[in-house]
Protein backbone atom coordinates (compact mmCIF):
# COMPACT_ATOMS: atom_id res chain seq x y z
CA UNK A 1 0.00 0.00 0.00
CA UNK A 2 2.86 2.37 0.67
CA UNK A 3 4.51 1.61 -1.91
CA UNK A 4 1.38 2.66 -4.52
CA UNK A 5 1.02 5.66 -2.52
CA UNK A 6 4.75 6.86 -3.37
CA UNK A 7 4.62 5.71 -6.42
CA UNK A 8 1.57 8.40 -7.09
CA UNK A 9 2.65 10.67 -5.00
CA UNK A 10 6.07 10.96 -6.77
CA UNK A 11 4.14 11.19 -10.45
CA UNK A 12 2.04 13.95 -8.82
CA UNK A 13 4.79 15.70 -7.26
CA UNK A 14 7.12 15.58 -10.62
CA UNK A 15 4.14 16.68 -12.95
CA UNK A 16 3.85 20.12 -10.24
CA UNK A 17 7.65 20.08 -10.32
CA UNK A 18 7.79 20.63 -13.75
CA UNK A 19 5.15 22.73 -14.12
CA UNK A 20 6.86 25.34 -11.57
CA UNK A 21 9.96 25.28 -13.66
CA UNK A 22 7.88 25.55 -16.64
CA UNK A 23 6.02 28.58 -14.95
CA UNK A 24 9.45 30.16 -13.77
CA UNK A 25 11.25 29.76 -17.39
CA UNK A 26 7.77 31.41 -18.85
CA UNK A 27 8.21 34.30 -16.60
CA UNK A 28 11.75 35.04 -17.07
CA UNK A 29 11.15 34.71 -20.67
CA UNK A 30 8.61 37.51 -20.55
CA UNK A 31 10.46 39.61 -18.30
CA UNK A 32 13.21 39.30 -21.39
CA UNK A 33 10.93 40.17 -24.00
CA UNK A 34 9.67 43.10 -21.80
CA UNK A 35 13.15 44.57 -21.29
CA UNK A 36 12.94 44.18 -17.36
CA UNK A 37 15.54 41.00 -17.17
CA UNK A 38 19.26 41.15 -18.97
CA UNK A 39 21.12 38.81 -18.98
CA UNK A 40 24.72 40.33 -19.43
CA UNK A 41 27.17 37.61 -17.93
CA UNK A 42 27.91 34.40 -16.76
CA UNK A 43 27.73 35.46 -13.14
CA UNK A 44 23.72 36.42 -14.13
CA UNK A 45 23.22 33.32 -16.19
CA UNK A 46 24.58 30.92 -13.25
CA UNK A 47 22.58 32.99 -10.73
CA UNK A 48 19.12 31.98 -12.69
CA UNK A 49 20.50 28.19 -12.38
CA UNK A 50 20.69 28.72 -8.51
CA UNK A 51 17.18 30.08 -8.05
CA UNK A 52 16.14 26.96 -10.28
CA UNK A 53 18.60 24.58 -8.42
CA UNK A 54 17.07 26.19 -5.15
CA UNK A 55 13.23 25.81 -6.06
CA UNK A 56 14.35 22.14 -6.66
CA UNK A 57 15.70 21.31 -2.73
CA UNK A 58 12.86 23.02 -1.51
CA UNK A 59 10.14 20.78 -3.43
CA UNK A 60 12.87 17.50 -2.73
CA UNK A 61 12.52 18.51 1.01
CA UNK A 62 8.54 19.07 1.04
CA UNK A 63 7.91 15.77 -1.29
CA UNK A 64 9.89 13.82 1.79
CA UNK A 65 7.91 15.24 4.10
CA UNK A 66 4.63 14.11 2.05
CA UNK A 67 5.95 10.63 1.77
CA UNK A 68 6.80 10.27 5.66
CA UNK A 69 3.35 11.77 6.42
CA UNK A 70 2.04 9.03 4.43
CA UNK A 71 4.53 6.19 5.56
CA UNK A 72 3.30 7.25 9.06
CA UNK A 73 -0.37 6.85 8.28
CA UNK A 74 0.07 3.73 6.64
CA UNK A 75 2.45 2.13 9.34
CA UNK A 76 1.38 3.47 12.14
CA UNK A 77 -2.53 4.92 12.16
CA UNK A 78 -3.14 1.30 10.78
CA UNK A 79 -2.24 -0.59 14.04
CA UNK A 80 -5.23 -0.11 15.35
CA UNK A 81 -6.93 -2.67 12.70
CA UNK A 82 -3.77 -5.01 12.44
CA UNK A 83 -2.69 -5.22 15.91
CA UNK A 84 -4.15 -7.71 18.36
CA UNK A 85 -3.49 -5.93 21.36
CA UNK A 86 -4.38 -2.81 20.62
CA UNK A 87 -7.85 -4.31 18.59
CA UNK A 88 -8.77 -6.35 21.55
CA UNK A 89 -8.10 -3.85 23.74
CA UNK A 90 -10.31 -1.30 22.48
CA UNK A 91 -13.32 -3.96 21.95
CA UNK A 92 -13.12 -5.18 25.45
CA UNK A 93 -12.48 -2.03 27.46
CA UNK A 94 -14.22 0.40 25.62
CA UNK A 95 -16.17 -0.28 22.28
CA UNK A 96 -18.18 -2.83 24.99
CA UNK A 97 -18.17 -1.07 27.74
CA UNK A 98 -21.61 1.00 26.76
CA UNK A 99 -22.69 4.03 29.14
CA UNK A 100 -25.98 1.91 30.75
CA UNK A 101 -23.33 -0.63 31.93
CA UNK A 102 -20.51 2.08 33.67
CA UNK A 103 -23.75 3.71 35.37
CA UNK A 104 -24.61 0.47 36.75
CA UNK A 105 -21.23 -0.20 38.01
CA UNK A 106 -20.27 3.07 39.25
CA UNK A 107 -23.18 2.67 41.52
CA UNK A 108 -21.83 -0.16 43.00
CA UNK A 109 -18.36 1.57 43.23
CA UNK A 110 -19.98 4.21 45.20
CA UNK A 111 -22.21 2.23 47.30
CA UNK A 112 -19.29 0.40 48.55
CA UNK A 113 -16.29 2.89 48.38
CA UNK A 114 -14.48 0.70 46.17
CA UNK A 115 -11.54 3.84 45.59
CA UNK A 116 -10.93 3.70 49.26
CA UNK A 117 -10.76 -0.04 49.38
CA UNK A 118 -8.46 0.05 46.71
CA UNK A 119 -5.96 2.48 47.70
CA UNK A 120 -6.31 1.02 50.98
CA UNK A 121 -5.07 -2.12 49.94
CA UNK A 122 -3.13 -1.30 47.53
CA UNK A 123 -4.95 -3.06 44.88
CA UNK A 124 -7.11 -3.53 42.19
CA UNK A 125 -11.30 -4.15 42.89
CA UNK A 126 -13.45 -6.30 40.34
CA UNK A 127 -15.07 -8.60 42.46
CA UNK A 128 -18.02 -6.32 43.61
CA UNK A 129 -18.51 -6.30 39.55
CA UNK A 130 -18.95 -10.15 38.96
CA UNK A 131 -22.49 -9.92 38.63
CA UNK A 132 -21.71 -7.82 35.50
CA UNK A 133 -18.73 -9.47 34.29
CA UNK A 134 -20.82 -12.86 32.52
CA UNK A 135 -17.61 -15.17 31.09
CA UNK A 136 -15.09 -11.95 31.61
CA UNK A 137 -14.76 -12.49 35.45
CA UNK A 138 -12.06 -15.03 34.78
CA UNK A 139 -10.30 -13.20 31.60
CA UNK A 140 -7.84 -10.70 32.94
CA UNK A 141 -7.52 -8.23 30.86
CA UNK A 142 -10.89 -8.09 29.69
CA UNK A 143 -13.14 -7.33 32.97
CA UNK A 144 -15.37 -4.63 32.97
CA UNK A 145 -13.80 -2.08 35.65
CA UNK A 146 -14.28 1.42 37.45
CA UNK A 147 -11.61 3.91 36.68
CA UNK A 148 -11.42 4.62 40.11
CA UNK A 149 -10.19 1.19 41.33
CA UNK A 150 -8.30 -0.99 38.89
CA UNK A 151 -5.16 0.57 39.27
CA UNK A 152 -2.34 -2.10 39.00
CA UNK A 153 -4.48 -4.39 36.77
CA UNK A 154 -3.82 -5.60 33.30
CA UNK A 155 -6.80 -3.99 32.14
CA UNK A 156 -5.22 -0.31 33.54
CA UNK A 157 -1.99 -1.62 31.70
CA UNK A 158 -4.12 -2.41 28.17
CA UNK A 159 -5.84 0.92 28.23
CA UNK A 160 -2.96 2.89 29.27
CA UNK A 161 -1.20 1.28 26.09
CA UNK A 162 -4.05 1.59 23.84
CA UNK A 163 -4.54 5.56 24.82
CA UNK A 164 -0.63 6.03 24.75
CA UNK A 165 -0.87 4.97 21.49
CA UNK A 166 -3.39 7.33 20.26
CA UNK A 167 -1.60 9.88 22.41
CA UNK A 168 1.54 9.55 20.09
CA UNK A 169 -0.73 10.22 17.51
CA UNK A 170 -1.59 13.47 18.89
CA UNK A 171 1.86 14.38 18.98
CA UNK A 172 2.20 13.71 15.45
CA UNK A 173 -1.47 15.87 15.23
CA UNK A 174 -0.45 19.50 17.60
CA UNK A 175 2.95 19.66 15.45
CA UNK A 176 1.34 19.63 12.50
CA UNK A 177 2.87 16.35 11.34
CA UNK A 178 -0.63 15.22 10.27
CA UNK A 179 -4.03 16.95 9.72
CA UNK A 180 -7.08 16.09 11.17
CA UNK A 181 -9.18 15.39 8.01
CA UNK A 182 -6.18 11.89 7.83
CA UNK A 183 -7.22 11.57 11.80
CA UNK A 184 -10.76 11.71 11.08
CA UNK A 185 -10.71 9.62 8.18
CA UNK A 186 -8.59 6.92 9.53
CA UNK A 187 -9.62 6.42 13.21
CA UNK A 188 -13.27 8.12 13.01
CA UNK A 189 -15.24 5.28 14.40
CA UNK A 190 -12.42 4.59 17.57
CA UNK A 191 -12.34 8.12 18.47
CA UNK A 192 -15.89 8.62 17.91
CA UNK A 193 -16.58 5.55 20.67
CA UNK A 194 -13.74 7.26 22.89
CA UNK A 195 -15.66 10.42 23.00
CA UNK A 196 -18.67 8.92 23.56
CA UNK A 197 -17.87 6.29 26.38
CA UNK A 198 -18.30 7.93 30.09
CA UNK A 199 -16.12 5.20 31.50
CA UNK A 200 -13.01 7.39 29.17
CA UNK A 201 -13.92 10.35 30.49
CA UNK A 202 -14.20 9.24 33.91
CA UNK A 203 -10.56 7.68 33.13
CA UNK A 204 -9.82 10.86 31.81
CA UNK A 205 -10.71 12.75 35.03
CA UNK A 206 -9.12 9.77 37.24
CA UNK A 207 -5.73 10.04 35.49
CA UNK A 208 -5.91 14.31 35.46
CA UNK A 209 -7.78 15.86 38.07
CA UNK A 210 -7.46 13.45 40.88
CA UNK A 211 -3.97 12.03 40.21
CA UNK A 212 -2.04 14.48 38.34
CA UNK A 213 -2.98 17.32 40.57
CA UNK A 214 -1.95 15.44 43.88
CA UNK A 215 1.14 13.73 42.82
CA UNK A 216 4.12 14.77 43.47
CA UNK A 217 5.63 14.08 39.59
CA UNK A 218 3.52 17.32 38.66
CA UNK A 219 6.27 19.36 40.38
CA UNK A 220 8.93 17.64 41.29
CA UNK A 221 12.19 17.68 39.08
CA UNK A 222 10.05 15.25 36.28
CA UNK A 223 7.55 18.24 35.90
CA UNK A 224 6.02 15.48 33.93
CA UNK A 225 2.28 16.94 31.73
CA UNK A 226 -0.66 15.93 32.01
CA UNK A 227 -1.27 12.45 31.33
CA UNK A 228 -2.54 11.90 27.42
CA UNK A 229 -2.57 15.91 26.80
CA UNK A 230 -2.19 15.34 23.32
CA UNK A 231 -4.74 12.35 22.89
CA UNK A 232 -6.63 14.52 25.19
CA UNK A 233 -6.40 18.07 22.54
CA UNK A 234 -6.89 16.01 19.58
CA UNK A 235 -10.10 14.30 21.03
CA UNK A 236 -11.85 17.42 21.41
CA UNK A 237 -10.42 18.82 17.86
CA UNK A 238 -12.09 15.78 16.34
CA UNK A 239 -15.14 16.46 17.94
CA UNK A 240 -15.27 20.12 16.85
CA UNK A 241 -13.92 18.86 13.29
CA UNK A 242 -17.10 16.43 13.30
CA UNK A 243 -19.69 19.30 14.04
CA UNK A 244 -18.35 21.56 11.80
CA UNK A 245 -18.35 18.85 8.79
CA UNK A 246 -21.29 16.88 9.35
CA UNK A 247 -23.07 18.36 6.35
CA UNK A 248 -19.98 17.19 4.10
CA UNK A 249 -19.33 13.74 5.94
CA UNK A 250 -22.91 12.87 5.57
CA UNK A 251 -22.46 13.89 1.34
CA UNK A 252 -19.73 11.50 1.33
CA UNK A 253 -21.29 8.98 3.16
CA UNK A 254 -23.93 8.96 1.13
CA UNK A 255 -22.13 8.92 -2.49
CA UNK A 256 -20.08 5.39 -0.69
CA UNK A 257 -23.31 3.63 0.24
CA UNK A 258 -24.58 4.66 -3.36
CA UNK A 259 -21.74 3.36 -5.38
CA UNK A 260 -20.99 0.11 -3.33
CA UNK A 261 -25.45 -0.49 -3.22
CA UNK A 262 -26.15 -3.95 -4.53
CA UNK A 263 -22.24 -4.40 -5.07
CA UNK A 264 -20.76 -5.17 -1.78
CA UNK A 265 -24.02 -5.03 0.45
Not at 53 to 68: H, K
Not at 98 to 123: E, P, T
Not at 144 to 150: D, G, K, R
Not at 247 to 254: E, F, G, L, V
Request: hydrophobic content about 40%; aromatic content about 12%; proline content about 2%.
Amino acid sequence: MLNSLQTQARKSHLLLLGLLLLAIGIVLSLLADLGKLHIENKIELAGLFTIAGFVVVIFQLWEGNVVQRAKFLTDYLTRIYTDEDLNSAFHALVETYNDQLFDQIDAVAKQQDARKKSQDSNAPIFDIFDQFQGGRAAKPGYRFYHPECFQGSEEERRLDALIGYLDIVGYHYWYGLIRMRDVAALLNYHLATFASRKVVASYMKVSGEDWWNTTTIKTGSGSAQLPYLYFRHMLGDFVKYNQQNQARIRKIQSQIAEEIKGKYL
